[in-house]
C-alpha cells in the first residue's frame, strides 16, 4: 500500500513568488492534515479536513495561504505570496475517523515538502 | 488548551546504552499521548501511544512509555541503544474528540559507536 505521497520534496523561490504543495493521503483516509514544521520545531497544524470540509483552519494564515480537498481525496497547500518566514517543510498526513473518538486516531504522515523562500 | 514540554533538544546515547526522552503535558482533560519517530528525509512515523488501560504502553523497535498522571509525564525509554535509533522523537498530545495533534519541540538523539 502507497503511502502519504507528497510533491514536490523540494521547492526553492523567491519572496513573493507563488508556491504550491500537493497530496496524495492514504486510500480510504477520510481526514487529511497539512503541519508545518519550522527547523528546530514540532509540526504545527495549519488545517484539517474531514472528506472535503475543512472543520479545522483556524491556525492557517488566511492572507497568504489557501488550501483545497477535491472531492475528499487529493489536496493542494498554496502560499500566494511567499514570505521569507514561510521556509519550513509543510507535512501532509491522513488518517481514518469512523465516528468514535477523533482523539486517538493515528496520523500517517508524507515526507515533506520542504519550502526555502530567499 | 493542551500542551507539550520535551525536556532536551539533543540527546546522546552510546550503543546498548539505555534511552530516555522525556516528555510533560499539560490538559484539562484527560490525554491521549503519543510518541513518533522522524528519521532524516522521512514522514513521522508512529512509534506508541496511550489512549486509555494499561499505563506501560510497548511500540515497536523495542520502545516503551509510561503514563504517569501523578507527574503529567509520558517519557520514552529503551532499555538498549542501537546504532538505528539515531532520529528526531516527538511527543504529541490530543484529547477525546478533538482531531488535532499538538506537537512537542522534538528531540534528536543520537547514538555513539
Redesign the interface.
Known amino acids: 500500500e502507497a ?2 505521497v507528497q510533491s514536490p520534496r523540494y521547492k526553492i523561490i523567491e519572496k513573493k513568488q507563488p508556491v504550491a504543495f500537493w497530496c496524495n493521503p492514504i486510500s480510504g483516509h477520510n ?1 487529511l ?1 497539512w503541519y508545518r514544521q519550522n527547523l ?6 495549519l488545517i ?1 479536513y ?1 472528506n472535503e470540509e475543512a ?2 483552519d483556524s491556525q492557517l494564515p488566511k492572507d497568504r495561504f489557501s488550501a483545497e480537498r477535491l472531492k475528499g481525496v487529493d489536496s493542494t497547500l498554496k502560499i500566494q505570496p511567499a514570505e521569507l518566514g514561510d521556509s519550513a517543510v509543510y ?1 501532509c ?1 491522513s ?1 481514518f ?1 469512523q465516528g468514535g ?12 515538502s520542504r519550502l526555502t523562500v530567499l | 488548551a493542551q500542551s ?1 514540554t520535551q525536556l532536551g ?1 539533543h540527546v546522546s546515547v552510546s550503543e546498548g546504552a539505555l534511552v530516555l526522552l522525556r516528555c510533560n503535558y499539560s490538559s484539562s482533560v484527560p490525554p ?1 499521548l ?1 510518541w ?1 519517530v522522524q528519521y532524516p ?6 512509534l506508541l ?1 496511550y ?1 486509555t488501560g494499561a499505563t506501560l504502553v510497548k511500540g515497536i523497535n523495542g520502545f516503551e512509555a509510561e503514563f504517569k498522571k501523578s507527574e503529567t509525564s509520558f517519557h520514552l525509554t529503551k532499555p538498549s541503544a542501537h546504532m538505528s535509533d539515531a532520529a528526531e522523537y ?1 511527543c ?1 498530545v ?8 499538538i ?4 528531540t534528536k538523539l543520537s547514538v555513539k559507536p
Do not use: H
Open positions: 503511502g502519504v481526514t492534515y528546530g520545531q514540532g509540526p504545527e497544524l484539517r474531514e472543520v479545522d507535512l498526513a488518517s475517523i473518538d477523533s482523539g486517538a486516531n493515528v496520523l500517517t504522515f508524507g515526507a515533506g | 507539550v533538544s491521549y503519543f513518533y528525509n522521512q514522514g513521522l512515523q508512529l501511544k489512549t516527538f504529541a490530543s484529547v477525546r474528540s478533538q482531531g488535532n495533534l506537537f512537542g519541540k522534538g
